[in-house]
């Protein structure tokens, strides 16, 4: 089989953001008035809010939560020469995130790898990662079995594996417990440099 793109999650899987996510959920939880887990938190809010208005609102805190995190972003060389090596064997790169695109791409830019991703699909266009990852193939022109997928979320993992996409799950503290039942399909490593080791 060849690999014609990898499709790669932001935040936990290129680059960590030092987001405190639990915080995050708690204060948007307060604002919903809902002890709802909120886990992923933004496809959660249209459904546990109770007006647009309310929707507004938690993504404005979620936003300026998401704009401040990335003023710690620094150039990475060592994700650059990985991209490098992933376009070097023609292989395509697509970035989806559940941020919205003013701060993914200021973060794309500051880690110095805006020259080399094909398409940047953010919670502007969908809430839903599988949708997301759906708008990908489309504009790519590839089919499910020509893809990886790279992720660190059993979220990731669930979405990629319904469409039948061989998903690379970059291995956290958070991510460990949930993914100790379900390794037949997917690849565990420890950073996105290994990936390049699967695409050969």
Request: aromatic fraction near 4%.
């Amino acid at each position: 089989m060849k690999i014609k793109a990898v499709i790669s999650d932001l935040d936990g899987t290129l680059v960590d953001t030092n987001i405190d996510w639990e915080n995050l959920r708690a204060r948007v939880r307060e604002l919903l008035g809902t002890n709802h887990p909120l886990k992923p938190l933004g496809p959660s809010i249209p459904h546990v809010a109770k007006s647009h208005d309310d929707v507004l609102k938690a993504f404005k805190i979620i936003e300026e939560e998401e704009l401040r995190s990335t003023q710690q972003i620094s150039y990475d060389p060592l994700l650059i020469n990985t991209i490098k090596v992933i376009k070097a064997l023609g292989i395509k790169f697509a970035i989806v995130t559940l941020r919205s695109k003013s701060s993914a791409e200021i973060i794309i830019k500051k880690l110095g790898i805006q020259d080399y991703v094909d398409i940047l699909v953010t919670r502007d266009q969908s809430l839903d990662r599988a949708t997301q990852v759906r708008i990908v193939l489309k504009a790519l022109n590839v089919k499910p079995h020509e893809v990886i997928f790279v992720g660190d979320t059993e979220y990731d993992l669930n979405s990629c594996m319904k469409l039948g996409i061989k998903t690379i799950i970059i291995c956290k503290e958070h991510t460990t417990k949930c993914l100790t039942s379900m390794t037949n399909d997917v690849i565990i490593v420890s950073s996105f440099s290994d990936v390049i080791n699967y695409l050969k």
